[in-house]
């Protein structure tokens, strides 16, 4: 399939911080596209302390293509956080919630930002992931562990 299933914009909210929209289908070829377009982002020539992911609008997930793209963002010289995730996060195979859970999440776009530049304007040093200790803990994987099964038993541990 070609990676036409897919679009992406970028904005930049505020100095340093870069958000990156995608809309589409998410499978491996657009995998790979989102993959290019990060890259290319963080080779701007302005400096970023982040880049925030905004999947709200992705209409579909291939587990491994959202293994392919958590796996590649660990490769970019800038951290990226994810946006909008949260509520289709529970749809997903338990394939795609295990890749997803490596990487920061925040219910949206704003949310992810707002914490970033907090967490920016505190450290003190080089820059930090979201997950590394700094106050203002995001939505993430391992929280959804306790939420019911879809029949109404709960997950497992």
């Known amino acids: 399939m070609p990676a036409r299933s897919v679009q992406l914009s970028a904005r930049r ?3 340093r911080v870069r958000v990156v929209d995608v809309a589409g289908e998410l499978d491996g070829a657009s995998a790979a596209l989102v993959l290019r377009f990060l890259d290319s982002q963080c080779k701007t020539g302005r400096e970023l302390d982040h880049i925030v992911l ?3 609008n992705v209409s579909a997930y291939d587990p491994a293509a959202t293994e392919q793209l958590c796996a590649g963002l660990r490769f970019l010289p800038v951290p990226v956080a994810l946006a909008g995730c949260s509520s289709r996060f ?3 195979p338990l394939r795609g919630r295990t890749a997803l859970s490596s990487t920061a999440c925040y219910p949206s776009t704003a949310a992810a930002v707002q914490t970033l530049l907090g967490r920016r304007s505190a450290r003190s040093g080089g820059p930090r992931r979201p997950h590394d200790g700094v106050p ?3 939505v993430a994987a ?3 562990r306790d939420a019911p099964a879809a029949d109404g038993e709960p997950a497992p541990s």
């Open 13 to 15: 909210p505020a100095d």
């Open 90 to 92: 529970t749809m997903l």
């Open 142 to 144: 391992p929280a959804l």
């Open 54 to 56: 905004d999947v709200t």
């Open 136 to 138: 203002g803990r995001p």
